[in-house]
């Protein structure tokens, strides 16, 4: 853990390198992932610039599912400074335009469910991101050779709660479209007032959070705040460098608006990236369960993706999940009951994606890549009348991100 240095970067000491090497919040990708940054001293200060846009035309079958052309994007820029021989710290801004690029306040996405558009469950939908996904602050100290203690505060975070989340996870850089297990993994990315401490010790580390549990509200233009009324801790592994795994635990007060009860949320992933010519091959395994206190019910999610190059220019994705739902028929009581008095409350629900993307070489910043995927669903009997039997849907879309010269 020597101090050290890499193209654009200023002579850092560990605790700014550990602080570079972070994703959303504390959280990490495999540090055997070549991360697509750019990275620009800024006088005695080091910046680094990601950022990723998809523009996408969906279609989906079934009476449920909807067609939309809309965009999912996010730019990162983080400042880092050393302090001291053993200090750093470092600013993080994370903007979206999806509340401008995602009319609707929504995309289709088949049996997807979480927070509401118009006063309404969001169900068969996914909603956009807010405008600002990360403010945060934070500040890394090495103890010892092999001991670092880090302080995170965000009006705009990730608690240690989860995997990487989607958006920034290795694995999911080729897939548009949100997971649909995302509730019950790492929904909490953009929560309100997350202060968290965390200790690493050589292949491990250890985090606490406190935050804000309610999800954020339809207004995704500004920035809210809220009571620190909910809690997590996340323990890392880090076997090896092209390895990453977490478990995690926390308790979320009140998270959905129109549901009742908190929700306890348990989850465990294990990551994987391989540099590979044109990329890597970076796969993610992730269990998530919800905990509801109002009904009781333990609703379980498994989720398996992986992305790989092939000769430099083509990308083969894949992603499938399996994730217990309560709430697709939320907002139409009628329905609900009858389902919930003759087949119960719960339906697992398999979602499974195959897609290929083509590179192609139009700027020197922007990595450029046309691609398409499809979706088939697995559903119980119960719910083909209102479903179709075999709803599928599909993504034609253009890929753009940020990387450095080659």
Not at 162 to 173: E, I, K, Q
């Amino acid at each position: 853990m020597q101090g050290m240095a890499m193209p654009g970067m200023q002579e850092m000491n560990p605790a700014g390198m550990f602080l570079m090497n972070l994703s959303s919040g504390t959280s990490a990708n495999p540090a055997g992932w070549p991360m697509p940054m750019i990275t620009k001293p800024l006088g005695s200060w080091t910046s680094m610039f990601m950022g990723q846009a998809f523009l996408v035309d969906t279609q989906q079958s079934g009476p449920r599912g909807g067609d939309k052309l809309y965009s999912s994007n996010w730019l990162m820029a983080n400042v880092e400074h050393g302090l001291g021989k053993d200090g750093a710290f470092q600013m993080q801004l994370m903007l979206s335009l999806e509340p401008a690029t995602i009319t609707d306040r929504r995309y289709p996405l088949l049996f997807q469910t979480g927070e509401t558009a118009y006063g309404k469950p969001i169900v068969d939908g996914q909603h956009p991101h807010n405008l600002i996904m990360g403010l945060g602050f934070q500040y890394a100290r090495s103890l010892t050779e092999n001991v670092i203690l880090d302080f995170y505060f965000a009006p705009v975070g990730d608690p240690a709660l989860g995997p990487v989340a989607y958006p920034h996870r290795a694995s999911a850089m080729e897939l548009p479209q949100a997971p649909i297990s995302h509730h019950w993994q790492d929904s909490t990315h953009i929560s309100d007032d997350v202060a968290t401490v965390g200790v690493a010790y050589k292949k491990v580390r250890l985090e606490a959070s406190g935050f804000h549990g309610a999800e954020p509200n339809e207004n995704r233009w500004n920035i809210q705040a809220g009571a620190l009324d909910s809690w997590s801790a996340r323990l890392w592994f880090f076997p090896a460098k092209n390895w990453a795994a977490q478990v995690s635990t926390g308790r979320l007060t009140h998270p959905e608006a129109l549901e009742p009860g908190d929700e306890v949320r348990s989850t465990a992933s294990l990551q994987y990236s391989k540099p590979l010519p044109g990329g890597s091959w970076s796969s993610s395994l992730i269990w998530g369960r919800n905990h509801h206190t109002f009904t009781g019910r333990n609703l379980n999610s498994y989720l398996v993706e992986s992305v790989v190059p092939i000769h430099r220019s083509n990308f083969i994705t894949g992603r499938a999940e399996l994730v217990d739902k309560d709430d697709l028929f939320e907002g139409q009581p009628e329905i609900q009951n009858s389902l919930d008095h003759a087949y119960g409350s719960t339906f697992r629900i398999g979602a499974y994606t195959l897609g290929y993307t083509r590179d192609v070489a139009i700027f020197r910043y922007v990595e450029t890549g046309i691609g398409a995927n499809i979706e088939a669903y697995s559903l119980p009997a119960a719910i083909k009348p209102y479903y179709g039997s075999h709803p599928i849907g599909g993504n034609l879309f253009l890929r753009l991100r940020l990387i450095p010269p080659r």
